[in-house]
C-alpha cells in the first residue's frame, strides 16, 4: 500500500508505502522429521521516497526502505537506498531512466550467520512509443554491474536434464540475455490497455530440464484507467502449472477527499 502527495512549495513529491508479504502457517521439524510446531514466516517493507523535476524532460528521486523478515526464530533487518533518475520526451513518445536499487547493509543478522549483501541491482530501461499505432515496446536491463549471473549446479543440472555443454556462442547470448526483460503493451483505448511480458533469467533458473515448462518466464496483464481509479491485474508465470497474480488498485484521493468534497 502506498500513498503520495504533491508539495508545491518545495517542488517536490513525496510518497511513503508498506510492502507486506505473509507466507501462511507453515510446520516446523527437526532435521529427523519430528514436528515441533507451526510457524509464520514473513517479510515487510517500509519506504519513503522523494522526487523532483529538473527542467522539462528530467526527474529524479529517491527512497529510503526498512526490510524486516521474520521467519521463525530467525530475523533480519537492513537499510536500503533506491536513487532513480528519468527522462520523458512526450513528444515523441519516448522514455528512459537509470536506477540503482538496495544500496545498504543489513543491520540485524540471522542468529549465527554473518552480515551479508543486499540484493544490489543497477537497471536501465527505455520504452517508445508507436506514434501511428496503439503498441508501446518496453526494454529493461538489470544486473549491469556484474556480466555472468548464471546460477549453475552441476549435481541437479545432470539430474534434471539440463544440458551442459552449450557451444561458447550459445552459452555467452544466454549469459548476456538473462540481464533483458522484455514487454509490450497493446492500448485498445485511452482508458483500457494490455500488456505483456518475458524475463529470460526467470525462466533459465526455474525450468525444469526433463519436462516441459510451459509458458515460464512469461506474464500477461490487463488495466482500466479512469480519472478517478485506476485497476490493474497481472499473472506471471514461474514454472509450468504455477503463477503467481497480482491486483492493484490506486486512487487520487484529492478526487475524493479534497476540498469542497
Do not use: C
Not at 502506498?2 to 513529491?13: L, Q
Not at 546460477?151 to 551442459?164: H, K
Request: charged share 20%.
Amino acid at each position: 500500500m502506498f500513498t503520495g502527495f504533491r508539495h508545491e512549495a518545495s517542488k517536490t513529491t513525496f510518497a511513503a508505502g508498506v510492502n507486506y508479504f505473509n507466507y501462511g502457517s507453515i510446520p516446523g521439524t527437526d532435521i529427523a522429521g519430528n514436528r515441533l510446531g507451526d510457524f509464520r514466516p514473513s517479510d515487510y517493507v517500509v519506504q519513503v521516497s522523494a522526487s523532483r523535476q529538473y527542467l522539462e524532460h528530467w526527474h529524479y528521486g529517491a527512497s529510503v526502505k526498512y526490510i524486516h523478515s521474520n521467519y521463525g526464530q530467525y530475523r533480519s533487518s537492513g537499510l536500503a537506498l533506491d536513487i532513480g533518475i528519468s527522462y520523458a520526451d512526450t513528444a515523441h513518445f519516448l522514455q528512459a531512466s537509470l536506477v540503482i536499487k538496495n544500496m545498504g547493509a543489513q543491520i540485524k543478522t540471522y542468529a549465527g550467520t554473518a552480515a551479508g549483501d543486499l540484493p544490489f541491482d543497477l537497471q536501465a530501461g527505455i520504452s517508445k512509443k508507436l506514434a501511428k499505432a496503439p503498441l508501446q515496446f518496453s526494454f529493461t536491463a538489470h544486473h549491469l554491474h556484474q556480466f555472468d549471473i548464471s546460477y549453475r549446479d552441476t549435481v541437479f543440472n545432470n539430474e534434471n536434464g539440463f544440458d551442459q555443454n552449450m557451444g561458447d556462442k550459445k552459452f555467452t547470448f544466454d549469459k548476456l540475455f538473462r540481464h533483458i526483460v522484455l514487454s509490450v503493451q497493446l492500448y485498445i483505448t485511452d482508458k483500457i490497455e494490455i500488456s505483456a511480458g518475458y524475463n529470460h533469467l526467470r525462466r533459465r533458473e526455474l525450468n525444469v530440464g526433463n519436462t516441459g515448462n510451459g509458458i515460464n518466464g512469461f506474464s500477461l496483464g490487463a488495466g482500466a484507467l479512469f480519472r478517478k481509479i485506476q485497476v490493474r491485474y497481472a499473472r506471471s508465470y514461474y514454472q509450468n502449472n504455477t503463477a503467481y497474480n497480482q491486483f492493484g488498485l490506486s486512487l487520487s484521493l484529492r478526487d475524493y477527499f479534497g476540498k469542497g468534497k
